[in-house]
Each structure stands twice: as structure tokens, then as C-alpha cells.
């Protein structure tokens, strides 16, 4: 089994900044692209920021320039740091992992349990 556990949200003021970790564990044979989604209430859940095991990453639009995706592959571990927060970015932020099992040939998708962010003064 592998879990995925998410931490770092919490209540922020407009412009402030916070960063989110997420750790993945458990028989993990490989871990591919690792990224953060967010949901806010009554819209859909949209990628926030991905990056790949070689260090490639992707940005939804309206965070480039404010969100900084790393990862630590030793650690199968994820973070976000989010600068210069906006009342916008309030949602719920999920850790999304792409990864094969320890004795599989196949990836398979995890998920975290979410963890919130809120901004706002």
C-alpha cells in the first residue's frame, strides 16, 4: 500500500505566504510526476503545479510567478511554496502522486486527503 499524506495549510493573510509538504510512503517500487490540486468550493478541482522525477515542471497560470514546486525524490516527498497569496488561492490542496507499487508493473494514481488553505484578513 502507499499513502500519500499532505500538511502545511492553514489561514493566511492576503500576501503572505505558506508551504505545503506532501510525503508519499509505504512499498513504493518508482514515483513519476508528483503535483498539487486545489478545489474551492463549488468549482472543479484544477492542477495547481506538477513536477516530474527528472525536474520538470508545469504551473496553472495564475500562480506562475508566485507558487515554486520542488521535490525531494529521496524522500518521495513534494512541496509548494506559495508567495504573495491571494484571497483566490482558497481551496482545498490535494497532493497527486503517479507512482508504481513495490512488486507492480503498473502506475497507479494516489491521492492525499486534502489539506486547506485559507487567505483571507
Known amino acids: 500500500q502507499v499513502q500519500v499524506v499532505e500538511s502545511g495549510g492553514g489561514l493566511v493573510q492576503p500576501g503572505g505566504s505558506l508551504r505545503l509538504s506532501c510525503a508519499a510512503s509505504?512499498?513504493?517500487?518508482?514515483?513519476?510526476?508528483m503535483g498539487w490540486y486545489r478545489q474551492a468550493p463549488g468549482k472543479q478541482r484544477e492542477l495547481v503545479a506538477d513536477?516530474?522525477?527528472?525536474?520538470?515542471?508545469n504551473y496553472l497560470d495564475s500562480v506562475k510567478g508566485r507558487f515554486t514546486i520542488s521535490r525531494d525524490n529521496a524522500k518521495n516527498t513534494v512541496y509548494l511554496q506559495m508567495n504573495s497569496l491571494k484571497p483566490e488561492d482558497t481551496a482545498v490542496y490535494y497532493c497527486?502522486?503517479?507512482?508504481?507499487?513495490?512488486?507492480?508493473?503498473?502506475?497507479?494514481?494516489?491521492w492525499g486527503q486534502g489539506t486547506q488553505v485559507t487567505v483571507s484578513s
Open positions: 513536477i516530474t522525477s527528472g525536474g520538470s515542471t
Open positions: 509505504g512499498s513504493i517500487f518508482s514515483i513519476n510526476t
Open positions: 497527486k502522486t503517479i507512482g508504481t507499487p513495490a512488486g507492480s508493473i503498473w502506475r497507479n494514481t494516489y
